[in-house]
């Protein structure tokens, strides 16, 4: 049950992250602001992290001595694939959110060349 909720964790950021995504890049779509879409994405990372532990209470053995070869099958779902999917995601959400504040810009005049500002909103998500 431990190795269960250890799996959970990472699976825990990349669901979030993944609702936080389809949230505001959909946010037409009304499935994605639904609880539907919230319960099948509790219910899909609740399988998944049971589905990746499974390999863990057949394989090892007492005094909970892991196999070298299981090592990479441990590193990669937990420490490897959930960082880079937050950061893939969050760079896409911020490229989105860029580009929908430098799409909105008011317009004065056909005459006027207006440069575009970066507003502090956009300087403070690249400072951090």
Known sequence: MQVVTSCQAPMTFVVL?????????????AFFKSNKFIAISIGIQWFIGFLIALPFPILLKPYCALPSWLMPYYLLPFQV??????????LLIFKYAHSSTRRVQPQHGATIVIRPKINARDLHLLKH
């Open 17 to 29: 992250t993944l609702n936080r995504y389809c949230s505001i890049i959909y946010s037409r779509k």
């Open 81 to 90: 694939i959930p960082p880079i999917t937050i950061l893939v995601l969050n």
